[in-house]
Protein backbone atom coordinates (compact mmCIF):
# COMPACT_ATOMS: atom_id res chain seq x y z
CA UNK A 1 0.00 0.00 0.00
CA UNK A 2 1.42 3.44 -1.22
CA UNK A 3 2.13 5.93 1.79
CA UNK A 4 -0.49 8.68 1.10
CA UNK A 5 -3.16 5.70 1.26
CA UNK A 6 -1.63 4.26 4.75
CA UNK A 7 -1.75 8.16 6.12
CA UNK A 8 -5.37 8.85 4.41
CA UNK A 9 -6.67 5.61 5.88
CA UNK A 10 -5.03 6.22 9.68
CA UNK A 11 -6.76 9.75 9.61
CA UNK A 12 -9.79 8.10 8.71
CA UNK A 13 -9.69 5.48 11.20
CA UNK A 14 -8.80 8.18 14.07
CA UNK A 15 -11.90 10.37 13.15
CA UNK A 16 -13.79 7.20 12.96
CA UNK A 17 -12.94 6.53 16.78
CA UNK A 18 -14.04 9.96 17.69
CA UNK A 19 -17.78 9.33 15.68
CA UNK A 20 -17.77 5.85 17.94
CA UNK A 21 -17.78 7.95 21.11
CA UNK A 22 -21.08 7.46 23.08
CA UNK A 23 -22.55 10.52 24.93
CA UNK A 24 -25.90 8.76 25.61
CA UNK A 25 -26.55 9.31 29.47
CA UNK A 26 -29.25 7.04 31.26
CA UNK A 27 -32.16 8.68 32.00
CA UNK A 28 -31.60 9.78 35.69
CA UNK A 29 -33.67 9.14 39.14
CA UNK A 30 -35.88 11.68 40.87
CA UNK A 31 -33.74 14.47 42.16
CA UNK A 32 -33.04 14.83 46.08
CA UNK A 33 -33.06 18.03 45.65
CA UNK A 34 -36.56 18.24 44.14
CA UNK A 35 -39.44 20.46 45.77
CA UNK A 36 -42.94 21.12 45.53
CA UNK A 37 -43.82 23.83 42.83
CA UNK A 38 -45.34 25.60 45.99
CA UNK A 39 -41.90 25.84 47.06
CA UNK A 40 -40.59 27.23 44.08
CA UNK A 41 -43.42 29.82 44.10
CA UNK A 42 -42.88 30.70 47.36
CA UNK A 43 -39.35 31.52 46.76
CA UNK A 44 -40.21 33.70 43.83
CA UNK A 45 -42.20 35.60 45.84
CA UNK A 46 -39.49 36.44 48.25
CA UNK A 47 -37.72 38.17 45.61
CA UNK A 48 -38.36 41.55 44.20
CA UNK A 49 -41.31 41.46 42.00
CA UNK A 50 -40.69 42.71 38.21
CA UNK A 51 -38.39 42.22 34.92
CA UNK A 52 -35.44 44.50 36.69
CA UNK A 53 -36.18 44.68 40.23
CA UNK A 54 -33.31 44.29 42.64
CA UNK A 55 -33.56 41.61 45.19
CA UNK A 56 -33.30 42.93 48.77
CA UNK A 57 -30.94 39.78 49.98
CA UNK A 58 -28.28 38.23 47.60
CA UNK A 59 -29.47 35.81 45.47
CA UNK A 60 -26.58 33.05 44.45
CA UNK A 61 -27.49 31.29 42.03
CA UNK A 62 -25.17 27.87 40.19
CA UNK A 63 -24.41 27.47 36.87
CA UNK A 64 -22.66 25.59 34.69
CA UNK A 65 -20.42 27.28 32.24
CA UNK A 66 -19.50 26.36 28.41
CA UNK A 67 -15.80 28.15 27.97
CA UNK A 68 -14.64 29.07 24.60
CA UNK A 69 -10.89 27.82 25.24
CA UNK A 70 -9.67 30.24 22.52
CA UNK A 71 -11.12 33.55 24.27
CA UNK A 72 -8.11 35.72 25.40
CA UNK A 73 -10.69 38.72 25.74
CA UNK A 74 -10.67 39.11 29.46
CA UNK A 75 -8.64 41.83 31.35
CA UNK A 76 -6.04 40.42 33.98
CA UNK A 77 -7.76 39.64 36.84
CA UNK A 78 -10.70 38.69 35.64
CA UNK A 79 -12.36 35.14 35.13
CA UNK A 80 -15.98 33.23 33.99
CA UNK A 81 -16.94 33.45 37.31
CA UNK A 82 -15.92 37.25 37.64
CA UNK A 83 -15.66 39.49 35.17
CA UNK A 84 -17.85 42.90 33.72
CA UNK A 85 -21.01 41.06 33.10
CA UNK A 86 -20.81 39.49 36.42
CA UNK A 87 -20.18 42.59 38.46
CA UNK A 88 -22.83 44.08 36.09
CA UNK A 89 -25.31 41.48 37.38
CA UNK A 90 -24.43 41.88 40.86
CA UNK A 91 -25.12 45.66 40.85
CA UNK A 92 -28.46 46.02 38.93
CA UNK A 93 -30.23 42.65 40.63
CA UNK A 94 -28.21 41.42 44.00
CA UNK A 95 -27.40 38.32 41.80
CA UNK A 96 -24.35 36.39 42.32
CA UNK A 97 -23.55 34.13 39.79
CA UNK A 98 -21.13 30.64 41.25
CA UNK A 99 -19.93 28.39 38.01
CA UNK A 100 -19.98 25.02 39.93
CA UNK A 101 -18.86 23.38 36.92
CA UNK A 102 -17.12 24.96 33.29
CA UNK A 103 -15.96 22.91 30.45
CA UNK A 104 -14.89 23.69 26.42
CA UNK A 105 -18.03 24.87 24.12
CA UNK A 106 -19.26 22.18 22.15
CA UNK A 107 -18.37 18.56 22.71
CA UNK A 108 -16.78 18.74 25.75
CA UNK A 109 -19.69 20.91 27.40
CA UNK A 110 -22.59 18.56 25.66
CA UNK A 111 -20.70 15.14 27.67
CA UNK A 112 -20.89 17.15 30.80
CA UNK A 113 -24.36 18.38 30.74
CA UNK A 114 -24.86 14.78 29.86
CA UNK A 115 -23.49 13.55 33.01
CA UNK A 116 -25.44 16.37 34.90
CA UNK A 117 -28.09 14.54 33.74
CA UNK A 118 -27.82 11.05 34.12
CA UNK A 119 -26.14 11.82 37.80
CA UNK A 120 -29.24 13.89 38.42
CA UNK A 121 -27.10 16.87 39.63
CA UNK A 122 -28.02 19.59 38.06
CA UNK A 123 -26.41 22.85 38.54
CA UNK A 124 -29.28 25.89 39.72
CA UNK A 125 -29.39 26.74 35.75
CA UNK A 126 -27.96 25.81 32.71
CA UNK A 127 -28.26 26.70 28.71
CA UNK A 128 -28.70 22.78 27.28
CA UNK A 129 -29.81 21.93 23.31
CA UNK A 130 -33.11 20.52 22.08
CA UNK A 131 -32.26 16.67 23.34
CA UNK A 132 -30.77 17.10 26.34
CA UNK A 133 -33.57 19.47 27.24
CA UNK A 134 -36.58 17.18 26.18
CA UNK A 135 -34.20 14.29 28.45
CA UNK A 136 -34.77 16.73 31.82
CA UNK A 137 -38.46 17.02 31.07
CA UNK A 138 -39.03 12.91 30.71
CA UNK A 139 -36.77 12.84 33.90
CA UNK A 140 -39.06 15.23 35.88
CA UNK A 141 -35.94 17.61 36.77
CA UNK A 142 -36.71 20.82 35.59
CA UNK A 143 -39.14 23.66 37.33
CA UNK A 144 -42.31 24.66 35.63
CA UNK A 145 -41.57 28.39 34.57
CA UNK A 146 -45.20 29.40 33.33
CA UNK A 147 -46.00 31.44 36.04
CA UNK A 148 -42.78 32.83 36.49
CA UNK A 149 -42.15 33.77 32.90
CA UNK A 150 -45.53 35.48 32.66
CA UNK A 151 -44.42 38.04 36.07
CA UNK A 152 -40.65 38.33 35.45
CA UNK A 153 -40.35 38.44 31.85
CA UNK A 154 -39.81 41.72 30.12
CA UNK A 155 -42.20 43.70 27.38
CA UNK A 156 -38.98 43.46 24.85
CA UNK A 157 -38.10 39.43 25.54
CA UNK A 158 -42.30 38.38 25.62
CA UNK A 159 -42.16 40.92 22.05
CA UNK A 160 -39.12 38.73 20.75
CA UNK A 161 -40.63 35.24 21.47
CA UNK A 162 -44.07 36.36 20.08
CA UNK A 163 -42.25 37.18 16.97
CA UNK A 164 -41.87 33.68 16.09
CA UNK A 165 -45.86 33.41 15.55
CA UNK A 166 -45.57 30.34 18.38
CA UNK A 167 -42.82 28.26 17.10
CA UNK A 168 -40.50 29.76 20.09
CA UNK A 169 -42.99 28.89 23.00
CA UNK A 170 -43.82 25.49 21.75
CA UNK A 171 -40.55 24.41 21.25
CA UNK A 172 -40.24 24.97 25.30
CA UNK A 173 -43.91 23.27 26.29
CA UNK A 174 -44.76 20.18 27.54
CA UNK A 175 -48.20 19.44 28.64
CA UNK A 176 -49.35 23.04 29.02
CA UNK A 177 -46.25 23.88 30.86
CA UNK A 178 -43.43 25.84 30.05
CA UNK A 179 -40.05 24.29 31.06
CA UNK A 180 -37.64 26.19 29.30
CA UNK A 181 -36.89 30.21 28.79
CA UNK A 182 -36.29 29.35 24.79
CA UNK A 183 -34.04 31.51 22.97
CA UNK A 184 -34.63 33.22 19.56
CA UNK A 185 -32.54 34.14 16.42
CA UNK A 186 -32.04 36.19 13.65
CA UNK A 187 -33.40 34.34 10.50
CA UNK A 188 -29.85 35.51 9.14
CA UNK A 189 -28.11 33.06 12.07
CA UNK A 190 -29.49 30.29 9.64
CA UNK A 191 -27.52 30.79 6.29
CA UNK A 192 -24.40 29.14 5.69
CA UNK A 193 -22.76 31.02 2.98
CA UNK A 194 -19.31 31.40 1.49
CA UNK A 195 -15.73 33.57 2.82
CA UNK A 196 -13.33 33.69 0.27
CA UNK A 197 -9.81 35.28 -0.05
CA UNK A 198 -10.63 38.18 -2.72
CA UNK A 199 -6.75 39.19 -2.23
CA UNK A 200 -6.27 35.66 -3.64
CA UNK A 201 -8.73 36.07 -6.55
CA UNK A 202 -7.26 39.14 -7.86
CA UNK A 203 -3.68 37.97 -7.50
CA UNK A 204 -4.53 35.35 -10.27
CA UNK A 205 -7.17 37.45 -12.14
CA UNK A 206 -10.50 35.39 -11.50
CA UNK A 207 -13.88 35.87 -10.25
CA UNK A 208 -15.16 34.93 -7.26
CA UNK A 209 -17.13 31.48 -8.20
CA UNK A 210 -20.96 31.25 -8.29
CA UNK A 211 -21.39 27.95 -9.44
CA UNK A 212 -19.64 24.41 -8.53
CA UNK A 213 -17.81 24.19 -11.81
CA UNK A 214 -16.04 27.62 -10.95
CA UNK A 215 -15.57 27.00 -7.13
CA UNK A 216 -13.86 23.92 -8.25
CA UNK A 217 -11.45 25.95 -10.53
CA UNK A 218 -10.98 28.24 -8.27
CA UNK A 219 -10.16 25.93 -5.33
CA UNK A 220 -7.90 24.30 -7.64
CA UNK A 221 -5.74 27.51 -8.71
CA UNK A 222 -5.93 28.36 -5.17
CA UNK A 223 -3.52 25.11 -4.51
CA UNK A 224 -1.53 25.16 -7.83
CA UNK A 225 -0.72 28.51 -8.63
CA UNK A 226 1.03 29.72 -5.21
CA UNK A 227 -1.80 32.82 -4.37
CA UNK A 228 0.16 33.71 -1.28
CA UNK A 229 2.99 34.54 -3.26
CA UNK A 230 5.51 32.48 -1.22
CA UNK A 231 6.91 29.91 -3.19
CA UNK A 232 6.19 26.95 -1.56
CA UNK A 233 2.95 24.44 -2.28
CA UNK A 234 1.42 24.80 0.97
CA UNK A 235 -2.11 26.17 0.29
CA UNK A 236 -4.91 24.79 0.79
CA UNK A 237 -8.53 25.53 -1.52
CA UNK A 238 -11.17 24.66 0.68
CA UNK A 239 -11.05 24.40 4.61
CA UNK A 240 -13.34 21.67 5.68
CA UNK A 241 -14.71 20.70 9.53
CA UNK A 242 -12.10 19.98 12.74
CA UNK A 243 -12.50 17.49 15.10
CA UNK A 244 -15.74 16.52 16.34
CA UNK A 245 -17.09 18.73 13.67
CA UNK A 246 -20.22 18.12 11.28
CA UNK A 247 -19.95 17.27 7.41
CA UNK A 248 -23.18 19.41 7.50
CA UNK A 249 -25.96 20.98 9.91
CA UNK A 250 -29.05 18.73 10.82
CA UNK A 251 -32.41 19.19 12.40
CA UNK A 252 -30.92 18.73 15.54
CA UNK A 253 -27.90 21.05 14.94
CA UNK A 254 -29.31 23.46 12.54
CA UNK A 255 -27.34 26.31 12.88
CA UNK A 256 -23.86 27.35 13.29
CA UNK A 257 -22.00 25.14 11.65
CA UNK A 258 -18.97 26.99 10.28
CA UNK A 259 -16.69 24.68 8.35
CA UNK A 260 -19.18 22.30 7.06
CA UNK A 261 -20.17 21.92 3.54
CA UNK A 262 -23.62 23.00 3.83
CA UNK A 263 -24.10 25.43 1.24
CA UNK A 264 -22.70 22.43 -1.36
CA UNK A 265 -24.74 20.20 -0.56
CA UNK A 266 -27.72 23.01 -1.08
CA UNK A 267 -26.17 23.40 -4.29
CA UNK A 268 -27.31 19.91 -5.59
CA UNK A 269 -30.89 20.48 -3.23
CA UNK A 270 -29.32 18.12 -0.83
CA UNK A 271 -29.86 18.83 2.80
CA UNK A 272 -28.73 16.03 4.60
CA UNK A 273 -30.03 15.65 8.32
CA UNK A 274 -33.40 17.51 7.56
CA UNK A 275 -36.97 16.16 7.27
CA UNK A 276 -38.56 17.47 4.01
CA UNK A 277 -41.75 16.99 2.02
CA UNK A 278 -41.34 14.81 -0.95
CA UNK A 279 -43.02 15.15 -4.00
CA UNK A 280 -45.35 12.96 -2.96
CA UNK A 281 -46.29 15.31 0.38
CA UNK A 282 -44.94 12.61 2.41
CA UNK A 283 -42.53 13.54 5.27
CA UNK A 284 -38.88 12.38 3.79
CA UNK A 285 -35.13 12.70 5.18
CA UNK A 286 -33.05 14.64 2.98
CA UNK A 287 -29.85 12.23 3.49
CA UNK A 288 -31.60 9.32 1.69
CA UNK A 289 -32.20 11.62 -1.07
CA UNK A 290 -30.57 10.67 -5.10
CA UNK A 291 -29.27 14.58 -4.21
CA UNK A 292 -27.16 13.92 -1.42
CA UNK A 293 -25.14 10.93 -3.48
CA UNK A 294 -24.50 13.64 -6.31
CA UNK A 295 -23.28 16.11 -3.79
CA UNK A 296 -21.10 13.22 -2.10
CA UNK A 297 -20.07 12.39 -5.24
CA UNK A 298 -18.48 15.97 -6.16
CA UNK A 299 -16.64 15.96 -2.32
CA UNK A 300 -15.49 12.70 -2.87
CA UNK A 301 -13.55 14.37 -6.08
CA UNK A 302 -12.94 17.31 -4.41
CA UNK A 303 -11.26 15.45 -1.91
CA UNK A 304 -9.38 13.00 -3.92
CA UNK A 305 -7.95 16.27 -6.13
CA UNK A 306 -6.57 17.76 -3.05
CA UNK A 307 -8.93 20.53 -3.20
CA UNK A 308 -10.10 19.95 0.16
CA UNK A 309 -7.99 19.62 3.28
CA UNK A 310 -6.74 16.69 3.54
CA UNK A 311 -6.61 16.47 7.49
CA UNK A 312 -9.77 18.18 7.71
CA UNK A 313 -12.15 16.20 10.47
CA UNK A 314 -9.03 15.33 12.73
CA UNK A 315 -7.34 18.80 12.65
CA UNK A 316 -7.89 20.35 16.15
CA UNK A 317 -8.78 23.84 15.25
CA UNK A 318 -10.39 24.43 11.46
CA UNK A 319 -9.47 28.22 12.36
CA UNK A 320 -6.01 27.68 12.20
CA UNK A 321 -5.55 27.55 8.48
CA UNK A 322 -7.83 30.67 8.00
CA UNK A 323 -5.26 32.66 10.81
CA UNK A 324 -2.16 31.44 9.18
CA UNK A 325 -3.11 32.94 5.73
CA UNK A 326 -2.78 28.85 4.32
CA UNK A 327 -6.59 28.31 3.28
CA UNK A 328 -8.64 30.27 0.47
CA UNK A 329 -12.04 29.32 1.21
CA UNK A 330 -14.54 28.35 4.02
CA UNK A 331 -18.48 28.19 4.46
CA UNK A 332 -19.86 29.31 7.26
CA UNK A 333 -22.11 32.23 9.16
CA UNK A 334 -22.84 36.04 8.58
CA UNK A 335 -20.42 36.12 11.90
CA UNK A 336 -18.20 33.60 10.69
CA UNK A 337 -15.93 36.48 9.43
CA UNK A 338 -15.17 39.13 12.15
CA UNK A 339 -16.46 37.18 15.03
CA UNK A 340 -14.16 34.27 13.65
CA UNK A 341 -10.72 33.83 12.44
CA UNK A 342 -10.41 36.79 10.49
CA UNK A 343 -9.36 39.29 13.09
CA UNK A 344 -6.08 37.22 13.62
CA UNK A 345 -6.15 36.24 10.06
CA UNK A 346 -5.41 40.34 9.18
CA UNK A 347 -3.47 40.82 12.37
CA UNK A 348 -0.62 37.56 10.58
CA UNK A 349 -1.50 39.86 7.17
CA UNK A 350 -3.24 43.03 7.25
CA UNK A 351 -4.09 42.74 3.46
CA UNK A 352 -5.47 39.28 3.79
CA UNK A 353 -8.83 40.49 2.33
CA UNK A 354 -11.99 37.51 3.28
CA UNK A 355 -14.95 38.67 1.85
CA UNK A 356 -18.39 36.59 1.68
CA UNK A 357 -20.71 35.55 -0.75
CA UNK A 358 -23.85 33.19 -1.35
CA UNK A 359 -22.69 31.08 -3.26
CA UNK A 360 -22.86 27.87 -4.81
CA UNK A 361 -25.63 28.45 -7.00
CA UNK A 362 -28.14 25.87 -7.85
CA UNK A 363 -28.31 24.82 -11.66
CA UNK A 364 -30.89 27.50 -11.72
CA UNK A 365 -28.44 29.99 -10.34
CA UNK A 366 -30.02 30.53 -7.23
CA UNK A 367 -29.18 30.59 -3.62
CA UNK A 368 -30.78 27.21 -1.79
CA UNK A 369 -29.97 27.33 1.69
CA UNK A 370 -31.49 24.96 4.28
CA UNK A 371 -32.54 27.19 7.14
CA UNK A 372 -32.98 26.61 10.90
CA UNK A 373 -35.62 26.65 13.94
CA UNK A 374 -35.41 30.49 15.53
CA UNK A 375 -35.00 28.72 19.18
CA UNK A 376 -31.84 26.28 19.15
CA UNK A 377 -31.00 27.02 22.91
CA UNK A 378 -32.67 26.39 26.14
CA UNK A 379 -32.27 28.06 29.34
CA UNK A 380 -33.44 25.36 32.23
CA UNK A 381 -33.62 26.20 35.99
CA UNK A 382 -33.86 22.63 38.22
CA UNK A 383 -36.72 21.68 39.81
CA UNK A 384 -36.48 22.95 43.45
CA UNK A 385 -34.11 26.24 42.93
CA UNK A 386 -35.34 28.86 45.21
CA UNK A 387 -35.19 31.61 42.59
CA UNK A 388 -36.21 30.72 38.66
CA UNK A 389 -37.22 34.46 37.78
CA UNK A 390 -33.04 34.97 38.83
CA UNK A 391 -32.29 33.02 34.85
CA UNK A 392 -35.19 35.21 33.11
CA UNK A 393 -33.82 38.49 34.63
CA UNK A 394 -29.96 38.07 34.12
CA UNK A 395 -31.68 37.48 30.52
CA UNK A 396 -34.13 40.70 30.76
CA UNK A 397 -30.65 42.65 31.87
CA UNK A 398 -28.46 41.41 29.23
CA UNK A 399 -31.49 42.08 26.30
CA UNK A 400 -31.94 45.92 27.34
CA UNK A 401 -28.31 46.62 28.38
CA UNK A 402 -26.06 44.94 26.45
CA UNK A 403 -24.62 48.01 24.29
CA UNK A 404 -23.51 48.89 27.57
CA UNK A 405 -20.78 46.70 27.65
CA UNK A 406 -16.88 46.72 26.72
CA UNK A 407 -17.39 44.84 23.18
CA UNK A 408 -13.72 43.45 23.64
CA UNK A 409 -14.67 41.31 26.07
CA UNK A 410 -16.39 38.48 24.46
CA UNK A 411 -20.37 38.39 25.32
CA UNK A 412 -19.93 34.62 25.67
CA UNK A 413 -18.53 35.19 29.12
CA UNK A 414 -22.16 36.57 30.31
CA UNK A 415 -23.62 33.65 32.41
CA UNK A 416 -26.42 32.01 31.40
CA UNK A 417 -26.34 34.39 27.63
CA UNK A 418 -28.54 32.54 25.19
CA UNK A 419 -29.27 34.69 22.06
CA UNK A 420 -32.36 36.72 21.76
CA UNK A 421 -32.63 38.55 17.93
CA UNK A 422 -35.77 39.57 16.45
CA UNK A 423 -35.60 37.95 13.32
CA UNK A 424 -34.95 40.58 10.69
CA UNK A 425 -32.14 42.09 13.49
CA UNK A 426 -29.22 41.77 10.71
CA UNK A 427 -30.89 42.54 7.77
CA UNK A 428 -32.50 46.26 9.94
CA UNK A 429 -28.82 47.02 11.20
CA UNK A 430 -27.03 45.97 8.06
CA UNK A 431 -29.72 48.38 5.99
CA UNK A 432 -29.55 50.99 8.67
CA UNK A 433 -25.63 51.19 8.96
CA UNK A 434 -25.37 51.65 5.10
CA UNK A 435 -27.84 55.29 5.66
CA UNK A 436 -25.57 56.15 8.72
CA UNK A 437 -22.51 55.61 6.39
CA UNK A 438 -24.32 57.68 3.91
CA UNK A 439 -25.92 60.32 6.24
CA UNK A 440 -29.40 59.74 6.04
CA UNK A 441 -30.05 58.48 9.78
CA UNK A 442 -28.49 59.36 12.66
CA UNK A 443 -27.83 57.45 15.73
CA UNK A 444 -30.59 59.31 18.05
CA UNK A 445 -33.34 57.97 15.36
CA UNK A 446 -32.09 54.04 15.93
CA UNK A 447 -32.86 53.32 19.67
CA UNK A 448 -35.20 51.11 18.51
CA UNK A 449 -37.38 48.63 21.06
CA UNK A 450 -35.53 45.34 20.47
CA UNK A 451 -32.89 45.98 18.46
CA UNK A 452 -31.05 46.31 21.41
CA UNK A 453 -27.25 47.05 19.64
CA UNK A 454 -28.57 49.39 16.88
CA UNK A 455 -28.06 52.77 18.04
CA UNK A 456 -24.66 51.81 19.83
CA UNK A 457 -23.20 50.18 16.51
CA UNK A 458 -24.37 53.71 14.44
CA UNK A 459 -22.62 55.93 17.19
CA UNK A 460 -19.70 53.20 16.56
CA UNK A 461 -19.25 52.20 12.32
CA UNK A 462 -17.63 55.16 11.43
CA UNK A 463 -14.47 54.48 14.17
CA UNK A 464 -13.94 51.64 12.01
CA UNK A 465 -15.25 51.66 8.89
CA UNK A 466 -12.95 54.20 6.09
CA UNK A 467 -14.21 55.85 3.09
CA UNK A 468 -15.21 55.16 0.51
CA UNK A 469 -18.18 53.97 2.25
CA UNK A 470 -19.99 51.36 0.03
CA UNK A 471 -16.59 49.26 -0.14
CA UNK A 472 -15.79 46.70 1.88
CA UNK A 473 -12.53 45.52 0.90
CA UNK A 474 -10.28 44.92 3.85
CA UNK A 475 -8.05 48.29 2.97
CA UNK A 476 -11.41 50.30 3.68
CA UNK A 477 -11.42 49.52 7.42
CA UNK A 478 -9.60 50.24 10.18
CA UNK A 479 -9.56 47.24 12.79
CA UNK A 480 -6.71 49.03 14.93
CA UNK A 481 -9.06 52.15 15.81
CA UNK A 482 -11.16 49.87 18.35
CA UNK A 483 -11.25 45.80 17.14
CA UNK A 484 -14.61 44.88 19.27
CA UNK A 485 -16.46 47.10 16.61
CA UNK A 486 -14.84 46.01 13.51
CA UNK A 487 -15.69 42.57 14.62
CA UNK A 488 -19.31 43.01 14.31
CA UNK A 489 -19.33 46.20 11.82
CA UNK A 490 -17.53 43.64 9.30
CA UNK A 491 -18.98 40.80 9.89
CA UNK A 492 -22.55 42.60 9.36
CA UNK A 493 -21.48 44.82 6.39
CA UNK A 494 -19.63 41.57 4.63
CA UNK A 495 -21.60 38.85 5.49
CA UNK A 496 -24.91 40.18 5.71
CA UNK A 497 -24.45 42.14 2.38
CA UNK A 498 -23.72 38.30 0.91
CA UNK A 499 -27.74 38.05 1.68
CA UNK A 500 -29.30 40.65 0.41
CA UNK A 501 -30.24 39.23 -2.88
CA UNK A 502 -33.38 36.60 -3.00
CA UNK A 503 -32.42 33.00 -2.23
CA UNK A 504 -34.74 30.11 -1.91
CA UNK A 505 -35.08 29.27 1.69
CA UNK A 506 -35.79 24.97 2.47
CA UNK A 507 -36.83 24.39 6.30
CA UNK A 508 -36.72 21.24 8.17
CA UNK A 509 -40.52 20.01 8.80
CA UNK A 510 -39.62 19.12 12.30
CA UNK A 511 -36.64 20.06 14.55
CA UNK A 512 -37.41 17.94 17.73
CA UNK A 513 -37.28 14.19 18.02
CA UNK A 514 -39.80 11.58 18.06
CA UNK A 515 -39.90 8.49 20.77
CA UNK A 516 -38.41 6.00 18.45
CA UNK A 517 -35.44 8.54 18.27
CA UNK A 518 -34.74 8.20 21.74
CA UNK A 519 -33.48 4.75 21.40
CA UNK A 520 -32.54 4.82 18.14
CA UNK A 521 -31.31 7.63 16.85
CA UNK A 522 -27.39 7.37 18.05
CA UNK A 523 -26.96 4.59 16.18
CA UNK A 524 -28.56 5.90 12.89
CA UNK A 525 -26.30 9.34 12.92
CA UNK A 526 -23.54 7.18 13.52
CA UNK A 527 -24.21 5.00 10.66
CA UNK A 528 -24.95 8.23 8.92
CA UNK A 529 -21.69 10.15 9.83
CA UNK A 530 -19.31 6.82 9.11
CA UNK A 531 -20.86 6.25 5.85
CA UNK A 532 -20.23 9.53 4.58
CA UNK A 533 -17.53 10.08 5.79
CA UNK A 534 -15.84 6.99 3.93
CA UNK A 535 -17.50 8.01 0.87
CA UNK A 536 -15.07 11.52 0.79
CA UNK A 537 -12.37 10.46 1.95
CA UNK A 538 -12.34 7.16 -0.76
CA UNK A 539 -12.27 4.60 2.00
CA UNK A 540 -15.71 3.77 0.50
CA UNK A 541 -17.02 3.41 -2.96
CA UNK A 542 -19.90 5.94 -3.68
CA UNK A 543 -22.13 2.75 -4.61
CA UNK A 544 -22.27 2.40 -0.25
CA UNK A 545 -24.70 5.10 -0.07
CA UNK A 546 -27.28 2.78 -1.22
CA UNK A 547 -26.51 -0.09 1.29
CA UNK A 548 -26.68 2.95 3.73
CA UNK A 549 -30.01 3.91 2.98
CA UNK A 550 -31.40 0.28 2.97
CA UNK A 551 -30.01 -0.30 6.24
CA UNK A 552 -31.06 3.06 7.67
CA UNK A 553 -34.63 2.54 6.85
CA UNK A 554 -34.30 -0.88 8.82
CA UNK A 555 -32.97 -0.03 11.66
CA UNK A 556 -35.60 2.51 12.49
CA UNK A 557 -35.88 4.84 10.05
CA UNK A 558 -39.18 3.81 8.79
CA UNK A 559 -40.55 4.11 12.07
CA UNK A 560 -39.51 7.51 12.75
CA UNK A 561 -40.66 8.51 9.35
CA UNK A 562 -43.94 7.58 10.14
CA UNK A 563 -44.21 9.43 14.07
CA UNK A 564 -43.14 12.45 12.18
CA UNK A 565 -45.86 11.83 9.54
CA UNK A 566 -48.37 11.32 12.69
CA UNK A 567 -46.85 14.51 14.69
CA UNK A 568 -47.40 16.42 12.10
CA UNK A 569 -51.17 15.40 11.40
Known amino acids: MSKPKKSMLLLLAGMLVVLSACSEANTAKESPKASTAATQTAGAQTAAAGPFAKSEKPITIKIGKDVDAADKSLPAGDSPESNQYTRYIKDNLNIDTKIVWQAASGKDYDQKVNLSIASNDLPDALVVKDTQFRQMVKSGQLADLTEVYNKYASPALKSIIDSTKGLALKSVTVDGKMYALPNVTTES ?146 WAGGYGPLADAIKNNPKANWQAYAAPLDVNGEFTPHMGNPTNQYLVVRKGYEHPEAAIQMENLLLRDESKFDVKVAIGNYPLRIVYAPMDEMDVTYKMMKEVLAGTKKPEDLDLPGYKL ?116
Open 189 to 334: DMVHMMWIRKDWLDKLGLQPPKTMDELEKVAKAFVEQDPDGNGKADTIGISGPQLGGLLNADFINPNNNNYGFDPIFASYHSYPGFWLKGADGKTTYGSLQPETKQALSKLRDLYSKGLIDKEMTIRKDAQELIKNGTSGIYFGLW
Open 454 to 569: LKSDAEKVKKVKLEPYDKYDIQYWDPNADLGTWKRMYSTLVGISALQLPYKKTYSVTYSQTKTMESRWAALDKLEKETFLKIIMGAAPLESFDKFVEDWKKQGGDQIISEIEANLK
